[in-house]
């Protein structure tokens, strides 16, 4: 496995991969759910190139970029395990962000509610920092995750809109034994929080249950997921959604495919989980 610490290294080393070329890109301390990913890339295609940079465009001031988890050495070598030939891990920002830096990509609508109305600059640099890795990798595949569902959804509208001519592949959300999902950010709970974090994955359960039982009222479901949370002490609710699925406006009556999602912090950390309704359908 070569590793490139920046991009003149990058390009190189990128020219030398046969095609078709699948993409993982991550911001490191890399779980399961990373490695679904580039086991998927390994299995579909010639070679597999991952990135791993905290991309600091994406976090506001107030946000956790100088506490977010790094373990470079244990992510290289997890990505080595699977069969990654190439990765890209730049030493400084100032790759990606040089003096005097001032291009943005935004995509609209969409990035106007749930996290984007929680995390306002959030998706500028989510597009940006990926537009700018799209150019620089070149795959012909990019694997995202659908547990960061509203991302993929961006993803897929800048690949559309810039005329990226990527497939976007999405591979399912990986869960720990209790039904957390698997997360980086789970590293800052506590013990005491961990045990109560499962409490995300039950409430999407009860809303999967109400759904198949017939029901289709937006509210119903929204107070279900709601109450259930309500019950754990330490889960403050950011926001609870159920939304249509192409729009992400709140459904009134669920008539399609729906986005069930949720942000819960526990003390500072704050946690995103969802489901598709019906229950097995696809995000995109």
Known sequence: MN???TLRE???LREQLPSPV????TMGYLHDGHLSLARMAREDGASVVASIFVNPTQFAPTEDLDAYPRDLKRDLELLEAEGTDLVLTPETNDE???AGYDTWVDVAGITRVLEGA???THFRGVATVVAKLFNVVQPDRAYFGQKDAQQALVIRQLIRDLNFPIELVLGPTI?????LAMSSRNAYLSAEQRTAAPVLRRSLDRVEALYEGGERRGNVLRDAM???IDTEPLATIDYV???NLETLEEADVLEGKALVSLAVRFGKTRLIDNTILPRGASLI
Do not use: N, T
């Open 3 to 5: 590793i490139a610490k």
């Open 10 to 12: 990058f390009r190189s």
């Open 22 to 25: 699948g993409f993982v890109p």
């Open 96 to 98: 990606f962000y040089p």
């Open 118 to 120: 929680s995390r306002p």
């Open 175 to 179: 869960r720990e034994d209790d039904g």
């Open 226 to 228: 709601q109450e259930l």
């Open 241 to 243: 959604s159920v939304a």
